[in-house]
């Protein structure tokens, strides 16, 4: 039940997800103006698929960091686009791998780090899952 109700959370935006003591189990490389990763970068997903297959308590969090003040708005705009590509790559071949963990994504653009991977955390729920079991005083 709470699997279920910390996926639909997730789902629906009703919660922010914490990731305050994430661990990293690494990051995507890409080529400058490319969403594609390489094989190298291949393998090191296939591992994180059979490390977190019977780790329930916890998600996959995909972070890209950009530097949206940067170029033109012609050029912010390919620049997100950019990203959220190179994201959704991450996750269709994670998807096609079959992980069964849920996968939060996140883009971070107020920051100045700009580069060109996606970097992969671990997640644990505990701190969620004693936000939702604890009512707030309104209730």
């Known amino acids: 039940m709470r699997a279920l109700i910390l996926g639909l959370l997730l789902f629906t935006g009703a919660t922010q997800a914490t ?6 189990l690494g990051n995507v490389d890409y080529a400058k103006n490319s969403s594609y990763f390489s094989s190298r970068d291949s393998l090191q997903l296939d591992k994180i698929v059979a490390d977190n297959s019977d780790n329930s308590s916890g998600y996959l969090l995909l972070e890209f960091n950009m530097d949206k003040s940067i170029g033109d708005e012609e050029l912010q705009k390919y620049n997100m686009w950019l990203a959220n590509r190179r994201i959704e790559r991450v996750k ?5 791998a079959h992980f069964s963990r849920p996968i939060v994504t996140r883009i971070r653009t107020a920051t100045h ?26 209730e």
């Open 19 to 24: 990731c305050d003591k994430s661990v990293l």
């Open 113 to 138: 780090k700009d580069n060109r991977e996606v970097s992969l955390h671990w997640c644990n729920n505990q701190q969620m899952m004693a936000t939702i079991e604890k009512p707030s005083a309104a």
């Open 92 to 96: 269709e071949y994670l998807t096609a």
